[in-house]
């Protein structure tokens, strides 16, 4: 059974740092894009940020990319998000989500942009709080 599951999230004031996890289980890297995107009460999704071994990739939305970064430890079928210099308007709820079919299953700005995806794999999501 494919799944995946995220961990990490936490409380911290503004200015710090959290890793978030994504463990893809059922699944290998190498024909799908994993990625992050968030939602916090009363917004919209946003894509933060998607990689792929073989498909494109790291993509971030400007609102992160100097700030956020995706890694891979394909090893353990899992990928991070480094989250550095929070914000408090980057208090939300973070998942993870697999794509295995087109056009999904490449990372590209349409990966963050097309939100939802409807074949996607997505977590349960890791609540990251920041205060100011």
């Known amino acids: 059974q494919v799944q995946v599951v995220e961990s990490g999230g936490g409380e911290v004031q503004a200015g710090g740092r959290l890793l978030l996890s994504c463990a893809v289980l059922g699944l290998t890297f190498d024909d799908i894009a994993v990625g992050w995107f968030r939602q916090a009460p009363g917004k919209e999704r946003e894509g933060m940020s998607c990689?792929?071994?073989?498909?494109?990739?790291?993509a971030y939305a400007d609102s992160v990319k100097d700030r956020f970064t995706i890694l891979t430890d394909n090893a353990k079928n899992t990928v991070y998000l480094a989250l550095n210099n929070l914000k408090p308007e980057d208090t939300a709820m973070y998942y993870c989500a697999a794509d295995l079919y087109p056009p999904y299953d490449r990372c590209s700005g349409s990966w963050l942009a097309d939100l939802p995806h409807p074949r996607a794999i997505r977590g349960q999501g890791t609540q990251v709080n920041v205060s100011s």
């Open positions: 990689i792929s071994l073989t498909r494109g990739g790291p």
